[in-house]
């Protein structure tokens, strides 16, 4: 590997050189996980039955989520108290609704 004087003239420049650096490694970090991306959507795209399946996930977690999120609903919430001016002492459900004007 040839030694390049810009190279040396860069580190050697205290915190500028420092900062350099840090950025190269953060650009070279950056076009490696590029590389992996690409090379994982190239798989993807080679084997149809990796995309079914991922398809088949993601809606099994969304359809999950909407259960668990009708079920809280149809349960009152955080505790069937809907109105902002509650005077309850104590919420149930260890949810509690502060006012912020």
């Known amino acids: ?40 959507a190239e798989s993807v795209i080679q084997e149809p039955a990796a995309i079914e399946a991922m398809v088949n996930t993601v809606s099994s977690m969304a359809r999950s989520a909407t259960e668990a999120v009708a079920g809280f609903a149809a349960a009152g919430g ?3 108290s809907t109105g902002a001016d509650s005077d309850e002492d104590e919420p149930s459900g260890g949810f509690e609704h502060i006012s912020v004007d």
Do not use: C, I, K, T
């Open 1 to 40: 590997m040839e030694h390049d004087p810009n190279e040396a003239d860069a580190r050697d420049s205290g915190a500028g050189g420092a900062a350099v650096e840090q950025f190269q490694r953060a650009a070279l970090d950056a076009v490696r996980s590029a590389r992996a991306l690409l090379d994982a």
């Open 78 to 80: 955080a505790g069937g």
